[in-house]
């Protein structure tokens, strides 16, 4: 079985988020970026679909500037065995990226494509589902647990209320959720051969894809600030704010 | 020695009943986190303003009484534990008078917590870069009174170096007014310096100024797993050489210190799988420019080339630089979580002189106390090595307990053999005040003395601490 495994350069969970003084976007300059937390389980559970002899390639792809080869090699670190970069500076909407998956899918045609659920950055969570549709292929979204019985994949999924489980006929689409797996260390010698797989390099234009955003951004605010907090003297205080100040009693 | 009522009714009037510390509220003044000493003290005075703190410390000075000055009782060999004094602690006094990213330096107060000094750096967008495992809780007069050291030090230096100026209450309550803010200085005996590690035996510091420092816009945290101590060494030389010195930290865990914090903590996972003696735990940082990840790829293929590295790994994000902290953060819980009484240690040797120290004192420990496990690790790029041993497993925790004062000379013999410190960054407190004055060569205690004598000579300022 081959895999494919889009994953997406964004700016790092943990750094805080600044808006340029403009308000035209987020601010990028200098900021650490690494790979989408969901894409990261995705690739780990591909590489652990091959180390269980379930699959037998792993090919990961990202869409991005430049620089998102660092998230390809990372892929490549953990397990992935080539890699191609789809390369633009424009920002590429849901819709585009799925548009040009699909064509990464008619030329590679995998079996089964793994992808985070949505990305930190845009939180969309929309490329996956598309990428089904265009594909007319079956989705498992919101992954807690994969596994191939026979020739079909169960993917038990997180939902409200509890966990379904669905049986998918391959070639699919399994986006990933947080508690599939806990994403491996890459280590120092796999990080060394990574420099040396095999990394494509392409451009939207080379799959024919027209990659135009659809959207606008008008304006980047950060959220409001929490006001801080007062101490009540009394229940009859509180009663009393909540029902006048508050106008919620 | 118990004190007159009419003397704590007096001290009460100062600070007002705000500013006394009552009741069940005491407690957590006078216990020692790891429990080793409990202290006693008439009164817990937390005073609001420099004045109050002065005037207390006239007050104690014109009837002699004894003053244990506190910041967040983090402390580890009991220098903020009172023994009949009046105890001050410091956390009312947290203002931030001044914070210049012109001039790269902030003026605070003494209460305010490392981690709050940290954060309003930041807000100005620059670094205070001293880091411990307490700056959530120590407090910035106490770090001083210290010279607390931790994972930075290699880069940025310990307390002494981060610190341009003090302002101090002496003992007979005389506000003395050191808040310098300038690099260069030279205007005769820097005093602050004594107050600096002078663990309040001379004054209490009632604010600093501390210097600052650009943010670094890149940072690589990196976990590897060594054949050796001695590779340890060559791979500090190595890393500095190729990065022209951009290590802020580099740590050193034992195979047993690492193996302890992974069973105490099941929940982080194992960095590498190959298992090594040593591991460690290393952070680079720079600004923008140059990519520091590549430049570290490359110094540590040469690394693995040489045989100094058998495995390691990367962060590839923050949350993974988080988790490989959390491990070296982890290592002193682990230690409490482990029934066995643990005997620490807290030396430092040349860098260069790290592998023999570990090798002679392991033997040593192996020697006198069969089956103790050594729970090495530490701050390795400033030869500060954690040498903690822990009762063996099925042993008894009392008897282990009671021979704690030969198990710490026993690894303190090594590090002076080796012209290293029985106190890298914990200081002396009560704990190593007798071996202090043993170890050190007699004309320093002399002149010690005789700087205490000139400064309090009422012997009121934290009396029973360093000397």
Redesign the interface.
């Given at each position: 079985m081959k895999v494919l495994v889009p994953v997406k350069r964004v700016i790092?969970?943990?750094?805080k988020v600044r808006v340029k003084p403009d308000q035209s976007d987020v601010d990028l300059a200098?900021v650490?970026m690494?790979?989408n937390?969901f894409d990261?389980i995705a690739v780990e559970e591909a590489v652990r679909l091959k180390e269980a002899g379930t699959a037998e390639e792993v090919i990961a792809v990202t869409i991005g500037p430049e620089k998102a080869q660092?998230q390809l090699r990372?892929a490549l670190?953990m397990g992935a065995d080539r890699a191609i970069l789809i390369e633009t500076t424009e920002t590429v909407e849901p819709l585009s990226v799925a548009k040009l998956l699909a064509k990464v899918c008619e030329e590679e045609s995998p079996q089964l494509v793994v992808m985070g659920k949505q990305a930190i950055d845009d939180d969309c969570n929309q490329t996956g589902q598309m990428l089904a549709a265009l594909m007319g292929w079956p989705q498992g979204t919101f992954a807690s647990a994969v596994t191939k019985e026979g020739d079909k994949l169960h993917v038990t999924r997180e939902i409200d209320g509890g966990l379904q489980t669905v049986a998918l006929n391959l070639p699919a689409v399994v986006t990933t959720d947080l508690r599939l797996n806990?994403p491996?260390?890459?280590?120092?010698?796999n990080?060394?051969k990574a420099?040396k797989k095999p990394l494509d390099k392409k451009s939207p234009s080379d799959y024919g894809v027209e990659i135009t955003a659809r959207l606008k951004t008008l304006k980047v605010t950060e959220p409001p600030k929490r006001e801080a907090g007062i101490k009540v003297g009394s229940v009859a205080d509180l009663v009393e704010k909540l029902k006048n100040e508050a106008g919620v009693l | 020695m118990a004190l007159d009522q009419q003397h704590i009714d007096a001290l009460a009037a100062i600070t007002g009943p705000k500013g006394v510390i009552e009741d069940n509220d005491r407690a957590p003044y006078l216990t020692e986190w790891r429990g080793r000493w409990t202290g006693t003290a008439p009164i817990i005075l937390a005073p609001a303003s420099v004045e109050e703190v002065s005037k207390i410390a006239a007050y104690c000075h014109e009837h002699g009484v004894g003053i244990t000055p506190q910041g967040g009782n983090t402390g580890l060999v009991g220098g903020q534990v009172p023994d009949g004094q009046v105890l001050i602690t410091m956390k009312r006094l947290r203002g931030v008078r001044d914070v210049s990213p012109e001039n790269n330096t902030m003026t605070v107060e003494a209460g305010l917590t490392l981690a709050e000094a940290q954060q309003e750096a930041e807000k100005a967008d620059r670094l205070f870069p001293l880091s411990i495992g307490s700056e959530g809780t120590c407090q910035i007069g106490g770090i001083l009174s210290t010279n607390a050291g931790g994972v930075n030090v290699i880069r940025y230096g310990n307390m002494r170096d981060l610190v341009l100026g003090i302002e101090a209450v002496l003992p007979d309550g005389t506000v003395w007014n050191g808040l310098n803010r300038l690099r260069k200085n030279n205007t005769g005996y820097d005093l602050k310096h004594l107050f600096i590690g002078g663990e309040g035996t001379l004054g209490l510091v009632t604010a600093a100024v501390l210097k600052l420092y650009p943010r670094p816009?890149?940072?690589v945290t990196v976990?590897?797993a060594l054949p050796s101590a001695r590779a340890a060494v060559d791979l500090l030389s190595l890393m500095q050489g190729e990065t022209g010195g951009m290590a802020a930290s580099f740590e050193l865990l034992s195979a047993s210190t690492l193996d302890l914090t992974l069973k105490q903590f099941p929940d982080l996972?194992r960095?590498?799988?190959t298992e090594a003696p040593f591991y460690t735990l290393m952070e680079f940082t720079t600004g923008?420019g140059t990519d520091l990840?590549e430049k570290i790829?490359a110094a540590?293929?040469k690394a693995?080339e040489k045989d100094l590295?058998l495995?390691?790994?990367?962060?590839?994000?923050?949350?993974?630089a988080?988790e490989l902290w959390q491990i070296r953060h982890n290592v002193s819980e682990a230690m409490k979580k482990d029934p066995a009484y643990c005997v620490k240690c807290d030396i430092s040797v040349p860098v260069q002189d790290i592998p023999a120290f570990l090798e002679e004192t392991g033997k040593a420990v192996e020697k006198a106390a069969p089956g103790a496990r050594v729970i090495a690790f530490g701050h390795m790029g400033d030869g500060n090595i954690h040498y903690d041993i822990l009762g063996s497993e099925d042993g008894e925790r009392d008897a282990f307990k009671a021979r704690s004062n030969e198990m710490e000379r026993m690894v303190h013999d090594v590090a002076v053999a080796h012209h290293g410190s029985i106190s890298a960054e914990h200081g002396i407190g009560i704990l190593k005040r007798d071996e202090l004055a043993e170890r050190k060569d007699p004309a320093e205690i002399q002149m010690m003395r005789a700087i205490k004598q000139a400064l309090d000579p009422k012997n009121i300022m934290n009396p029973g601490k360093l000397l």
């Amino acid at each position: 079985m081959k895999v494919l495994v889009p994953v997406k350069r964004v700016i790092d969970y943990n750094v805080k988020v600044r808006v340029k003084p403009d308000q035209s976007d987020v601010d990028l300059a200098n900021v650490k970026m690494s790979m989408n937390p969901f894409d990261e389980i995705a690739v780990e559970e591909a590489v652990r679909l091959k180390e269980a002899g379930t699959a037998e390639e792993v090919i990961a792809v990202t869409i991005g500037p430049e620089k998102a080869q660092d998230q390809l090699r990372q892929a490549l670190a953990m397990g992935a065995d080539r890699a191609i970069l789809i390369e633009t500076t424009e920002t590429v909407e849901p819709l585009s990226v799925a548009k040009l998956l699909a064509k990464v899918c008619e030329e590679e045609s995998p079996q089964l494509v793994v992808m985070g659920k949505q990305a930190i950055d845009d939180d969309c969570n929309q490329t996956g589902q598309m990428l089904a549709a265009l594909m007319g292929w079956p989705q498992g979204t919101f992954a807690s647990a994969v596994t191939k019985e026979g020739d079909k994949l169960h993917v038990t999924r997180e939902i409200d209320g509890g966990l379904q489980t669905v049986a998918l006929n391959l070639p699919a689409v399994v986006t990933t959720d947080l508690r599939l797996n806990e994403p491996r260390y890459a280590s120092l010698p796999n990080i060394m051969k990574a420099k040396k797989k095999p990394l494509d390099k392409k451009s939207p234009s080379d799959y024919g894809v027209e990659i135009t955003a659809r959207l606008k951004t008008l304006k980047v605010t950060e959220p409001p600030k929490r006001e801080a907090g007062i101490k009540v003297g009394s229940v009859a205080d509180l009663v009393e704010k909540l029902k006048n100040e508050a106008g919620v009693l | 020695m118990a004190l007159d009522q009419q003397h704590i009714d007096a001290l009460a009037a100062i600070t007002g009943p705000k500013g006394v510390i009552e009741d069940n509220d005491r407690a957590p003044y006078l216990t020692e986190w790891r429990g080793r000493w409990t202290g006693t003290a008439p009164i817990i005075l937390a005073p609001a303003s420099v004045e109050e703190v002065s005037k207390i410390a006239a007050y104690c000075h014109e009837h002699g009484v004894g003053i244990t000055p506190q910041g967040g009782n983090t402390g580890l060999v009991g220098g903020q534990v009172p023994d009949g004094q009046v105890l001050i602690t410091m956390k009312r006094l947290r203002g931030v008078r001044d914070v210049s990213p012109e001039n790269n330096t902030m003026t605070v107060e003494a209460g305010l917590t490392l981690a709050e000094a940290q954060q309003e750096a930041e807000k100005a967008d620059r670094l205070f870069p001293l880091s411990i495992g307490s700056e959530g809780t120590c407090q910035i007069g106490g770090i001083l009174s210290t010279n607390a050291g931790g994972v930075n030090v290699i880069r940025y230096g310990n307390m002494r170096d981060l610190v341009l100026g003090i302002e101090a209450v002496l003992p007979d309550g005389t506000v003395w007014n050191g808040l310098n803010r300038l690099r260069k200085n030279n205007t005769g005996y820097d005093l602050k310096h004594l107050f600096i590690g002078g663990e309040g035996t001379l004054g209490l510091v009632t604010a600093a100024v501390l210097k600052l420092y650009p943010r670094p816009a890149q940072s690589v945290t990196v976990f590897t797993a060594l054949p050796s101590a001695r590779a340890a060494v060559d791979l500090l030389s190595l890393m500095q050489g190729e990065t022209g010195g951009m290590a802020a930290s580099f740590e050193l865990l034992s195979a047993s210190t690492l193996d302890l914090t992974l069973k105490q903590f099941p929940d982080l996972q194992r960095p590498v799988e190959t298992e090594a003696p040593f591991y460690t735990l290393m952070e680079f940082t720079t600004g923008s420019g140059t990519d520091l990840g590549e430049k570290i790829e490359a110094a540590l293929a040469k690394a693995m080339e040489k045989d100094l590295v058998l495995d390691g790994t990367i962060a590839q994000n923050e949350t993974q630089a988080a988790e490989l902290w959390q491990i070296r953060h982890n290592v002193s819980e682990a230690m409490k979580k482990d029934p066995a009484y643990c005997v620490k240690c807290d030396i430092s040797v040349p860098v260069q002189d790290i592998p023999a120290f570990l090798e002679e004192t392991g033997k040593a420990v192996e020697k006198a106390a069969p089956g103790a496990r050594v729970i090495a690790f530490g701050h390795m790029g400033d030869g500060n090595i954690h040498y903690d041993i822990l009762g063996s497993e099925d042993g008894e925790r009392d008897a282990f307990k009671a021979r704690s004062n030969e198990m710490e000379r026993m690894v303190h013999d090594v590090a002076v053999a080796h012209h290293g410190s029985i106190s890298a960054e914990h200081g002396i407190g009560i704990l190593k005040r007798d071996e202090l004055a043993e170890r050190k060569d007699p004309a320093e205690i002399q002149m010690m003395r005789a700087i205490k004598q000139a400064l309090d000579p009422k012997n009121i300022m934290n009396p029973g601490k360093l000397l």
